[in-house]
């Protein structure tokens, strides 16, 4: 019945005002760039990564904490002893870690640990943190590593 | 005059229904390019707390493969010096072995790697053993995917319906045990 389509189509405009629809639109863009913060933790340790072949990707990065572990940059830019780093702050009694892990566990409990490790650390020192990490029954961990040929990360 | 009639019936404005999709363009690009330094590495389960009252199970020796690397960096599996490239073969042997020589595990299933490093042993070699063991079950469950499915472990996984059990994952559990650091402690499959 083309007659019941015509009479359908009134001579007022049915068209929806999209003028402001782009002030919309750039004001979620911009609230989208303005929260996405990625919150930049300066790196106390150098942590120059091993390079590995079987990796896999860590999908959720929300779940995803870090614990740095390496030589601490010192402030004439040589570097001093192995330290660990959780947060923005160097570790000074590693049994601390203990406590810091287990109030993150708390807030996720699927939380995975990335350990960025640097390459010339003794694994003794490794040992320690993840015994840490055991008490706090943060079992689940990450070694974090750039793929074979990559270049350093 | 007809050209004049026309510019005066011409509308001033921009058209700016485009607009909102150009702007939408780059919401979703910046939406999508902002997947910043992706986390990759080598995933492990730690193994759950000791506790003092329990015994640790009884694992057969058999079923234990077990990878020492000294400070130095030299390598021991099962007590005889071997290349970081060996690893690979020998743990394949050791999980795929069937109970067919006497050296090896009984079934997969069973079959664990128990990896330890001195405590002076350098990370990269720690992640370089760590990384042919890994490598070798990757190996292992790719083959046993192509053969029941024809497509490797990852893309079988993917096509894993929610509740459906992953066959590979069952056949060939990933059992690598961090030995406990200090002697006189067990070790515990960390199983995944």
């Keep these: ?153 | 005059m007809p050209l004049l009639k026309r510019r005066t019936k011409r509308t001033a404005e921009i058209p700016t229904a485009s607009m909102a999709d150009i702007a939408f363009l780059l919401l979703i690009f910046f939406l999508v390019t902002t997947t910043i330094d992706v986390d990759s590495g080598i995933y492990m389960q730690l193994p759950p707390k000791l506790d003092p009252e329990q015994t640790p199970p009884e694992i057969q020796d058999r079923n234990l493969l077990t990878v020492l690397v000294s400070a130095a960096g030299d390598v021991l599996v099962e007590g005889e010096f071997m290349q970081i490239s060996g690893i690979r073969d020998e743990v394949k042997r050791h999980v795929l072995n069937e109970g067919r020589q006497p050296g090896y595990s009984d079934s997969p299933e069973v079959a664990i790697v128990s990896f330890k490093t001195e405590r002076g042993t350098k990370y990269q070699v720690y992640v370089d053993v760590l990384d042919e063991i890994k490598a070798a079950y990757i190996d292992i469950r790719n083959d046993y995917a192509r053969q029941i499915a024809g497509v490797d472990y990852a893309t079988y996984k993917a096509r894993l319906e929610e509740g459906e059990t992953d066959l590979v994952a069952e056949k060939y559990p990933i059992k690598i045990s961090l030995a406990e650091p200090d002697p006189g402690g067990a070790a515990a499959p960390a199983a995944r």
Excluded: W
């Design chain 1, 1 to 153: 019945m083309p007659g019941h389509f015509k009479r359908k189509s009134s001579k007022v405009s049915q068209e929806i005002p999209t003028a402001s629809m782009p002030d919309v639109i750039f004001i979620l863009l911009i609230f989208f760039m303005v929260s996405t913060v990625l919150r930049e933790t300066e790196l106390l340790v150098r942590t120059t990564l091993p390079q590995a072949e079987a990796i896999e990707k860590i999908e959720q990065k929300r779940l995803v904490s870090y614990i740095y572990i390496g030589p601490q940059k010192l402030e004439d830019g040589t570097f001093g002893e192995d330290a660990v780093q959780i947060d923005d702050a160097i570790v000074d009694d590693l049994t601390d870690i203990r406590e810091i892990m287990y109030r993150k566990i708390l807030e996720e409990p699927r939380m995975i640990i990335s350990l960025r490790v640097d390459r010339d650390t003794e694994t003794g020192l490794l040992y320690d943190v993840q015994q840490e990490l055991r008490e706090a029954e943060t079992l689940r961990i990450n070694y974090s590593t750039t793929r074979e040929g990559a270049a350093e990360g």
